[in-house]
């Protein structure tokens, strides 16, 4: 058994997830419940996290679990918040269970999620009529800059 890809995690911590252990007979649902249970930790892209198998040197079978971890926000900001403290809006996301902080794992689906907070907790506040657009910078393939730029809605 083999974990390739992760960075942060150490492999000694990814296999207290996994229920296969070496030496055990292969069961494909076990494996299967395994990837799923990696995917459930929330540090793994959900679309390049996969499970493989491969022969073994003595005639086993190998598998593999390749991962890849999400990068880590290590820089939050919002641009554009009038009217409204940034500690406001900090506490909306940490209430309302979104998992974008800084030195959170960086989730593009909990990114929307967090936008759609903020445009309700501004909406609250007097702007109802609010865009928020979410950008990310990649500052290396472990961190990115998460900045929320709002701005209200022009009127024609």
Same mark, same amino acid.
């Not at 005639?59 to 940034?86: C, Y």
């Not at 030195?103 to 903020?118: F, H, L, Q, W």
């Given at each position: 058994?083999?974990?390739?890809?992760?960075?942060r995690?150490?492999?000694? $911590?990814?296999?207290?997830?996994? #229920?296969t252990?070496?030496g $055990?007979?292969?069961?494909?649902?076990?494996?299967?419940?395994?990837?799923?249970?990696?995917?459930?930790? &929330?540090?793994?892209?959900?679309?390049?996290?996969?499970? !493989?198998?491969?022969?073994g040197?003595? &005639?086993?079978?190998?598998?593999?679990?390749?991962?890849?971890?999400?990068?880590?926000?290590? $820089?939050?900001?919002?641009?554009?918040?009038?009217?409204?403290?940034? !500690?406001?809006?900090l506490?909306?996301?940490?209430?309302?269970?979104?998992?974008?902080? #800084?030195?959170?794992?960086?989730?593009?689906? #909990?990114?929307?999620?967090?936008?759609?907070?903020?445009?309700r907790?501004?909406?609250?506040?007097?702007?109802?009529?609010?865009?928020?657009?979410?950008?990310?910078?990649?500052?290396?393939?472990?961190?990115? !800059?998460?900045?929320?730029?709002?701005?209200?809605? #022009?009127?024609?």
């Open positions: 058994m083999d974990i390739e890809g992760n960075y995690l150490r492999d000694e $911590d990814i296999f207290q997830s996994l #229920k252990r070496p $055990d007979a292969y069961n494909q649902t076990t494996i299967e419940s395994d990837l799923q249970a990696l995917l459930a930790l &929330g540090v793994f892209d959900k679309t390049q996290t996969r499970v !493989s198998v491969a022969d040197h003595r &005639g086993g079978i190998v598998v593999i679990f390749t991962v890849m971890e999400m990068p880590l926000i290590s $820089d939050l900001k919002f641009i554009g918040l009038q009217d409204v403290a940034e !500690s406001d809006v506490e909306a996301l940490r209430k309302n269970q979104t998992g974008i902080a #800084k030195n959170g794992v960086y989730d593009p689906v #909990k990114a929307n999620i967090a936008r759609d907070v903020i445009k907790l501004l909406a609250s506040r007097g702007w109802p009529n609010v865009i928020v657009e979410i950008r990310v910078d990649e500052e290396s393939f472990k961190t990115v !800059s998460l900045t929320f730029v709002i701005a209200r809605e #022009k009127r024609y």
